[in-house]
C-alpha cells in the first residue's frame, strides 16, 4: 500500500513543480507588459506633482498628460525637475527600473504610494477587510443557496417550481449590481422610502464602544445591502451549472443501471449522481475562495462609500500611483495563479478518472 502510494505523491510532486515552473515567466511577462505600458501612458507622477507645484491643479495636470513627455514641466528650472526625477526613480533606465523593481518584488517589498504616502503592503491590508467582507460573504451565500437550489431544480425539471425559479434568478442576473444597489438605496436606505439600513461605511462610528455582540450585529447591519447586491449577480451562473451538471448526470448509463435494479430515487440522486455532478463545482472551489478574500468591486464600494481594493486599484491608475498598480498586480497574479493549482490539484483528487501523469501542460 505504501508502495503504490509513493510513486502517486511523486508524480504529484513532480506536476506542482512543473506548474510552479510555468508560473515564472508567466508571472514576469504579465509585469513586463504592464511595466512597459505604464512607460507609455500621456503623463505620470512627474507631470502631476510639476502641475501642483505650478498650481495648476487638475487642469494642470490634464494638460501635461495630453502632450509628450515632461512637456508640462516647462515652468520648472532643471534642477528642480531633475530632482523630482530622482524622487519618483525615474532618472534611471527603464529596464534597470524593471530589474530593480522585479527584485523587491521577490522580497515582497512592494515600495510606497506617490499619493497615498504609505507602503503599499500596508496599504493593501488597510483595504482588505472591505473586499474580504463583500468576497467571502458572497462566496458563501452563492455555494451555500445555489448548491441546493440548483438540486432542486434538476429533480423538479420543467416543473413550476423550475420554470419560477428559473424566472427569478434570471431576472435578477440581467439586473446589474450597482443598478440593484441604488435601488436598494432608494428604498432602504433612507431615499424616498424606508430608512432601515445604513448608507455607508463598514460599521458605525461608535463601533469600538459597542459590545462584542452589538458590533457583530453592527457589522451585518451595514454589510446586508452590498453583499445582496453583490451576490444576486452570481446566483443564477452558480445555479445552472449545478442543475445542468445533475440532469447530465441523470441521463446516463450508471442512473439506468441503478434504477433498474430497484433503487429509490433519493438513494439515485445523492448515492450516485452527487458525487459526480458536484465534480464542476467542487473543483471551481478553492480560486473562487481564495478570489473572495482579495477582489473588490469598484461600482458597488463606491456607491456604498467602501473603501476596498476595487476602488484603491480605480484611484490608483488615475492618479498615476506606479507602485499600487504595479504592486498589487504582482500581488493578485500570484494569488490568481495559486489558485488555478490549487483548483487544477482538487480536481484530480475529486475526480479519479484523472490522472496526474496524464495531465498535459
Not at 509585469?31 to 498650481?55: D, R, S, W
Not at 458563501?140 to 419560477?164: M, N, T
Not at 457583530?216 to 452590498?226: A, F, R, S
Amino acid at each position: 500500500m505504501i508502495g503504490s502510494a509513493s510513486p502517486l505523491y511523486e508524480i504529484m510532486l513532480i506536476y506542482i513543480i512543473k506548474r510552479i515552473l510555468l508560473m515564472i515567466p508567466t508571472l514576469f511577462g504579465i509585469m513586463l507588459i504592464t511595466f512597459m505600458v505604464t512607460q507609455f501612458v500621456p503623463g505620470g507622477p512627474v507631470e502631476k506633482m510639476v502641475a501642483e507645484i505650478e498650481g495648476q491643479g487638475q487642469a494642470g495636470a490634464e494638460a501635461a498628460s495630453s502632450t509628450s513627455a515632461y512637456r508640462g514641466d516647462m515652468g520648472l528650472d532643471q534642477e528642480r525637475l531633475d530632482a523630482l526625477k530622482k524622487l519618483y526613480g525615474f532618472d534611471q533606465p527603464p529596464l534597470k527600473r524593471f530589474l530593480k523593481m522585479m527584485g523587491n518584488y521577490l522580497r515582497f517589498d512592494l515600495g510606497s504610494s506617490y499619493y497615498y504616502q504609505k507602503d503599499v503592503v500596508d496599504l493593501v491590508i488597510s483595504r482588505m477587510p472591505v473586499s474580504m467582507s463583500l468576497g467571502l460573504w458572497t462566496f458563501l451565500i452563492v455555494y451555500g443557496f445555489c448548491i441546493p437550489l440548483g438540486i432542486a431544480k434538476a429533480v423538479r425539471d420543467g416543473s413550476g417550481f423550475d420554470v419560477f425559479s428559473s424566472t427569478v434568478i434570471l431576472v435578477g442576473y440581467a439586473i446589474p449590481g450597482f443598478v440593484l444597489g441604488i435601488t436598494l438605496i432608494v428604498l432602504f436606505g433612507g431615499g424616498s422610502f424606508w430608512s432601515i439600513f445604513p448608507l455607508r461605511g463598514l460599521v458605525s462610528d461608535n463601533w469600538s464602544e459597542l459590545s462584542f455582540v452589538a458590533k457583530i450585529l453592527d457589522y451585518l447591519w451595514h454589510m446586508v445591502l452590498p453583499i445582496f447586491s453583490s451576490a444576486v449577480g452570481s446566483l443564477a451562473v452558480m445555479t445552472m451549472l449545478t442543475k445542468n451538471s445533475f440532469l447530465e448526470e441523470v441521463g446516463k448509463q450508471y442512473v439506468l443501471t441503478a434504477r433498474a435494479k430497484g433503487l429509490d430515487e433519493r438513494t439515485v440522486m445523492f448515492k450516485h449522481v452527487f458525487r459526480n455532478a458536484i465534480i464542476p463545482i467542487i473543483t471551481g472551489f478553492p480560486g473562487y475562495f481564495i478570489a473572495a478574500f482579495f477582489t473588490g468591486s469598484l461600482l458597488i464600494e463606491t456607491i456604498f462609500s467602501l473603501e476596498g481594493m476595487g476602488l484603491l486599484a480605480y484611484q490608483s491608475v488615475l492618479n498615476r500611483d506606479y507602485p499600487v498598480v504595479l504592486g498589487t498586480l504582482y500581488f493578485f497574479t500570484i494569488i490568481g495563479l495559486v489558485g488555478r493549482l490549487l483548483s487544477d490539484l482538487s480536481y484530480v483528487v475529486v475526480d479519479p478518472r484523472i490522472s496526474f501523469s496524464r495531465v498535459e501542460f
